[in-house]
């Protein structure tokens, strides 16, 4: 962080706040928050930090020190493009405050991450959240924490083009050290569910191939899902979207459905209820348990959802084989990332290193590996030089 803090007094000749917001792992519950189901996230600690100051004009000067690129633009403007690259995070999040009356002022930010990008650890979520926070504190405005998380949303769905669900800016803002999330996608309720890393550790093996997420296969998904939710509901009273549906109705109904739809469907109701019990697991210990629901994901995301890809595929079949895994699943996404395995403490660095070389075997790439800590939500640094 120091290195950030210099780096903004060289180019701005001011002394910054900082602000930050962390990347996560889904423990469970993919693609079920836009259907309004559940997930199991939490915060870990690789996060983005932004550097910044007030302007006295209505600039909005951006400068990203690990990308080593920058750009410029005004506050005000009406009907901004997106631009297809990083910058697309920090003005959709200043688009969408001042959409909603929000009054910001100009402003200098600086921004380094060490989220590997496009590796499905919501490096993007962490950008628009801490953008949210900056850009809201210096004009000392205090918002709360869902209603950061939703405005985040907002940039990414209306401005990025990204149908994302509500998981990565929800957990972005509230992560808890020592805790994954339940959240109810549906009510925004949350229960915090204790990860004792005593006892599992999270292990993060990135794939290296990057996800490309937006104007997708993701789209597709999420209308494939609204597609069964609107045929299910003629048979099933009260079904909104596939969270209505349970998995008995779900067998009762689900020759009514066109084949891929079905196999849709199939993946977010039976992760929906895997969820459930995995949280139930967790809390109880049961980690060989939480551990099996992880490879049954995984299995439904990759023959019903169809969202993994080779590589992750692989990384996850390598890990089932290695000693003091409790599971493997990819996590994110998909098409390409990272998986996330539970590993016994006393094996993690082993795991590490045999997944290395495993990998590196059998696809001809390095991967990088991570331990992980669960972490603290966004919030902001206090700098003391
Ligand atoms: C991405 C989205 C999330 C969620 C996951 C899949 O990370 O941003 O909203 O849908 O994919 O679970």
Not at 3 to 25: E, H, M, S, T, W
Request: proline share 3%; charged share 25%; with cysteine.
């Amino acid at each position: 962080m120091s290195q950030l803090v210099k780096a903004f007094q060289n180019k701005y000749k001011d002394n910054p706040r900082i602000f930050r917001a962390p990347g996560r792992v889904n423990l469970i519950g993919e693609h079920t928050d836009y259907n309004d189901g559940f997930v199991l996230p939490a915060a870990i600690d690789r996060d983005t930090r932004i550097a910044a100051t007030l302007r006295h004009d209505r600039k909005l000067m951006i400068f990203s020190l690990t990308l080593d690129s920058g750009l410029e633009f005004n506050i005000d403007e009406d009907a901004p493009r997106p631009r297809g690259d990083w910058s697309d995070y920090v003005r959709g999040v200043a688009h969408i405050l001042a959409m909603e009356g929000y009054r910001l002022n100009g402003a200098n930010l600086m921004i380094e991450t060490d989220i590997p990008i496009g590796a499905g650890l919501s490096s993007s979520a962490a950008i628009e959240v801490a953008t949210g926070l900056a850009l809201t504190s210096l004009a000392e405005i205090e918002i709360q924490p869902l209603e950061l998380a939703r405005i985040c949303q907002r940039a990414e769905n209306e401005f990025v083009g990204m149908r994302c669900g509500i998981m990565d800016q929800l957990i972005a803002c509230l992560g808890q050290p020592g805790a994954a999330l339940l959240i109810d996608c549906r009510n925004m309720t949350t229960k915090s569910v204790s990860v004792d890393e005593t006892k599992a550790r999270i292990v993060l093996c990135n794939t290296m191939v990057k996800h490309k997420l937006a104007g997708s296969e993701y789209n597709v998904r999420r209308a494939e899902c609204e597609t069964g939710a609107g045929i299910l509901s003629k048979f099933i009273p009260g079904v909104r979207n596939l969270r209505d549906v349970s998995p008995a109705k779900f067998k009762e109904y689900e020759h009514e459905l066109p084949s891929n739809i079905r196999k849709r469907c199939r993946h977010v109701i039976s992760e929906n209820d895997r969820v459930l019990t995995a949280a139930r697991l967790l809390e109880d210990g049961d980690l060989q348990g939480f551990g099996r629901l992880m490879t049954q994901s995984h299995r439904s995301l990759r023959d019903d959802y169809q969202v993994s890809c080779l590589e992750l595929d692989q990384m996850v079949d390598l890990a089932e084989g290695l000693e003091g895994v409790f599971g493997a699943r990819m996590t994110g996404g998909g098409f390409g990332g990272c998986t996330f395995n539970l590993a016994k403490p006393e094996a993690a660095e082993f795991f590490c290193h045999e997944i290395k070389q495993a990998y590196f075997e059998a696809s001809g790439v390095l991967p990088e590996i991570y331990i992980c800590r669960t972490a603290e939500g966004a919030g902001e640094f206090e700098v003391t030089s």
